[in-house]
């Protein structure tokens, strides 16, 4: 089992940005493709951005151009660095692997935009 913990989130204006951090627990975690996920009040879970273990990454279209995905697996971290921030990005966001492991999900970190 590995436990994932989010963190880096808080209040933006729009146009602002931030870095949030997905820290795992074990080293096992190089070998996992992640993903972003944010799930906005009233509405399901959402794919954001993802990257495989080999450092390929793929985008939401409503993020596209503006957060990059990246990850360092000697320090077992995730990384979204969201640029150009919208009120509507904001959400809880979580991280997890691809596939979805549902004993995985952590606390999330919460992002809200609004001036």
């Known amino acids: 089992q590995v436990q994932l913990v989010e963190s880096g989130g808080g209040l933006v204006q729009p146009g602002g940005s931030l870095r949030l951090s997905c820290a795992a627990s074990r080293s096992t975690f190089s070998i996992f493709d992640m993903a972003w996920y944010r799930q906005a009040p009233g509405t399901q879970r959402e794919f954001v951005a993802g990257i495989s273990s080999s450092h390929s990454t793929n985008y939401s279209d409503s993020v596209k151009g503006r957060f990059t995905i990246s990850r360092d697996n000697a320090q077992r971290t995730v990384y979204l660095q969201m640029n150009s921030l919208k009120p509507e990005d904001t959400a809880v966001y979580y991280c997890?692997?691809?596939?979805?492991?549902?004993?995985?999900w952590g606390q999330g970190t919460q992002v809200t935009v609004s001036s």
């Open positions: 997890n692997k691809i596939p979805i492991a549902s004993g995985y």
